[in-house]
């Protein structure tokens, strides 16, 4: 059985991704070698646009700045306390002005399931 694990906002790390223009950083929490099932991050955007087609299921909750996600028939504008939810295989862009949101997905191993 996994234990319970608490990551302080202070001590979290970002890596970037993604920019120029503007930036993009990512910082995985939970990933393959804490969970068998489900993967948790924190993102940050500003300013940038990162285009990718999702390969799980994935939850957003947007909890600071404007956080925008570009599909290919609309655009939804997310503001702090907002929840989105994407299903695998959506063609996306993820924007946003000062954004900072948490993410879960599932399955945690999907770079595995798509030999990526």
């Known amino acids: 059985m ?18 120029p223009p503007g930036s993009a950083e990512i910082c995985r929490l939970v990933g393959p070698d804490v969970s068998k099932t489900m993967g948790v991050g924190v993102a940050k955007f500003d300013d940038c646009s990162i285009e990718w087609t999702v390969l ?11 956080f925008r996600l570009r599909l290919p028939d609309r655009v939804i504008e997310g503001r702090p306390g907002d929840v989105i939810w994407i299903p695998e295989n959506t063609p996306l862009r993820y924007e946003g002005k000062k954004a900072v949101v948490c993410y879960a997905l599932h399955p945690v191993d999907w770079r595995a399931r798509h030999n990526l």
């Open 2 to 19: 996994a234990e319970t694990l608490h990551f302080k906002r202070a001590e979290m790390q970002f890596d970037k991704y993604g920019g």
């Open 56 to 66: 799980y299921d994935e939850v957003i909750v947007v909890l600071e700045g404007e």
